[in-house]
C-alpha cells in the first residue's frame, strides 16, 4: 500500500507502512547520536560542530529543491540567527552532559523541550493546568527527581551531566519557539540550512574556548561523519517524511524508542546497567513526552 492509497482517519492523517518505518527509522538514526558523540575523539562540543558543519552541502541542495516562493527578510533571518544560537548552546550542553551520564539519561532529558514548552505555555497563559497537563507535569517532575536522584547516587559526574542535559532541553524548547515560526514561511530544509550555518560557527568558538581537541584524531572522521548524517539527513529527513500523516500521540509513543535503544546501547557496550528504580523514572519522563507531544507536534533532533 503507498501513501496515495493509505486510508485517511476523522482527523485527516493518512499513513502508509513507509511512513511508519520511516517515523521508527528517524527515531533509530536519531537514538544512535549519543553513541557517536562518545566513539568521537574530538570534544563534545567539536562533535557538534561537525554534526552541523559537514552537511551543509546537501542540506543547502535539499533547501533549494524544496524552496519557499517567499524570500528571506530580515525578520526571518533574524529568527533563524536566534534559533541557531539557542541550538548551539543547546547542541553543546547536551554534547557535554552525554559524555557524562547514561546514554537513557542524556537522551531522555535532552528531549525534555516539548514538556518545558508546556509548562512555559501554562506560565505564560497564567491558568492552571488541565488533567492531562497536571499528570504530564507531575510525571515529569517525578521522573526527573528519581532519575537525578539516581545520578547522584553513582556519581556527582553523572549528576552533573544530568543537568547539562536538562540545561539542554530548555536550551531546546527555545530554539523551537523562532525555528517553528521560520518553518512555517521558509520550509523545514531552509530553516535547518540557515540554523546550522548560524550555529556551527558558535560552537567552533566555545569548543576552541574550552580547549578541545576539533580536528579527529585516531578515531577518524568515521563517527564524526556518521553522527553529521544520521542526525541531520537521515534522521531530520525520515521525521520530515512521516511527521505529517501521524497524529501527536502516535509520534510521542515513537519518540520513546530513542531512550529504549539508548539504554540498551548503553549497557552492551558501556555496561551502564539499569536498577527497577531507574526503569520507574523513565517511564515517568516518557509519559510526560508523550502527554507534551498530544498537544503538540514535536520537532525531534
Not at 95 to 121: C, D, K, P, Y
Not at 243 to 261: D, E, V, Y
Amino acid at each position: 500500500m503507498t501513501s496515495a492509497t493509505a486510508p485517511r482517519d476523522k482527523n485527516g492523517y493518512q499513513a502508509s507502512a513507509w511512513h511508519f518505518a520511516a517515523l521508527i527509522a528517524g527515531n533509530v538514526a536519531l537514538a544512535l547520536g549519543p553513541w557517536l558523540v562518545r566513539l568521537a575523539d574530538t570534544g563534545p562540543v567539536s562533535a557538534g560542530f561537525w554534526r552541523l558543519l559537514l552537511p551543509i552541502p546537501l542540506l543547502a541542495l535539499l533547501a533549494w529543491r524544496g524552496r519557499s516562493p517567499l524570500a528571506l527578510d530580515r525578520g526571518l533571518a533574524l529568527l533563524c540567527l536566534l534559533a541557531g544560537a539557542f541550538f548551539a548552546v543547546d547542541l553543546a550542553s547536551w554534547h557535554v552532559g552525554i559524555e557524562q551520564t547514561r546514554l537513557a539519561n542524556a537522551t531522555l532529558f535532552g528531549n525534555s523541550g516539548s514538556v518545558i514548552l508546556m509548562i512555559w505555555g501554562l506560565i505564560a497563559a497564567r491558568r492552571a493546568p488541565t488533567g492531562q497537563e497536571g499528570i504530564g507535569v507531575f510525571a515529569a517532575l517525578a521522573g526527573a527527581g528519581i532519575l537525578l536522584g539516581r545520578s547522584l547516587e553513582i556519581s556527582p559526574t553523572s549528576f552533573a551531566g544530568d543537568l547539562f542535559c536538562l540545561l539542554a532541553g530548555v536550551f531546546y524548547a527555545f530554539y523551537l519557539l523562532p525555528a517553528q515560526r521560520a518553518r512555517a514561511q521558509l520550509g523545514q530544509w531552509t530553516v535547518l540550512l540557515l540554523v546550522s550555518l548560524a550555529a556551527a560557527p558558535i560552537l567552533l568558538g566555545i569548543a576552541l574556548v574550552a580547549g578541545e581537541p576539533v580536528w579527529p584524531g585516531t578515531a577518524g572522521w568515521g563517527p564524526v561523519l556518521i553522527l553529521a548524517l544520521s542526525s541531520q539527513i537521515v534522521g531530520q529527513g525520515l521525521l520530515v517524511f512521516a511527521l505529517g500523516h501521524f497524529p501527536p500521540l502516535i509520534i510521542g509513543m515513537a519518540l520513546l524508542t530513542q531512550p529504549a535503544l539508548a539504554a540498551l546501547v548503553g549497557w552492551l557496550v558501556f555496561g551502564e546497567t539499569l536498577v527497577p528504580l531507574d526503569v520507574v523514572g523513565m517511564v515517568l519522563v516518557g509519559t510526560a513526552l508523550v502527554l507534551a507531544r498530544v498537544k503538540r507536534k514535536p520537532r525531534m533532533r
